[in-house]
């Protein structure tokens, strides 16, 4: 079984602080682990993903995630947020040799500008 | 290269009917996997299907099923429907191990 947890269902930060978006796993093999970003009434938009190598991976729109083994942990992380970066978050994971996607129940960013 | 299309991208249906929904995947994928997320709620896996094959169903009842024809879009079907199938539908096509969702059609049920 694979799940996901993402402890925070909102996270309020002003315009140009750090923004983490917390994810925590399960998976019974090597994980596979992804960020989306959903803007309202639309689809899914793939930031970033750690499939092996580089414990921090970077994505679009400067988003970047560091994945750690022992803490079982995916957090999201921007330097400097900005308004245009409140979304719904969903950090998702699956088992490598599995297609199925099992996602968070989300995490609302609202950043003031 | 344009995205997941999905077709329709509202719809209202009542308790009982039946509804399908269609996605067409980017053009080269040949995977598409079907979720549905609930108000509130991240996205649940239904379907996924690969080459025209299903290749894994999520917790579901029998009134879902689906389908992936020879140019490898699908259809999602729904049975019977109920109140608690009121949800936007996700799909999403795959290319190596990223998976790439549209804009999903929003189902209503009255």
């Known amino acids: 079984a694979q799940s996901v947890a993402q402890p925070e269902d909102q996270v309020n930060v002003a315009e140009g602080n750090p923004l983490t978006v917390k994810c925590t796993y399960s998976v019974s093999g090597n994980p596979y682990l992804f960020w989306y970003v959903q803007y309202p009434n639309r689809g899914l938009q793939f930031l970033l993903k750690?499939?092996?190598?580089?414990?921090l991976v970077k994505g679009s729109y400067g988003f970047e995630a560091e994945f750690n083994k022992s803490q079982t942990s995916f957090h999201l992380k921007k330097p400097s947020a900005l308004v245009s970066d409140s979304a719904l978050y969903f950090c998702a994971v699956r088992d490598y040799n599995d297609y199925k996607l099992s996602f968070g129940a989300g995490t609302t960013v609202t950043v003031r500008a | 290269d344009a995205g997941v299309t999905q077709s329709p991208t509202h719809l209202i249906k009542t308790r009982g009917q039946h509804v399908t929904l269609r996605c067409s995947p980017i053009s080269g994928h040949k995977s598409v996997s079907w979720y549905q997320q609930v108000l509130g709620q991240g996205p649940q896996f239904i379907f996924q299907y690969y080459e025209k094959e299903e290749r894994g169903r999520g917790n579901f009842p029998d009134r879902f099923s689906a389908r992936q024809f020879p140019n490898y879009s699908s259809e999602l079907n729904v049975n019977a429907l109920l109140l608690g199938d009121s949800a936007l539908y996700l799909c999403?096509?795959?290319?190596?191990?990223?998976?790439?969702f549209g804009p999903g059609t929003r189902l209503l049920v009255l």
């Open positions: 999403a096509s795959r290319s190596s191990e990223t998976q790439y």
């Open positions: 750690y499939i092996t190598g580089d414990n």
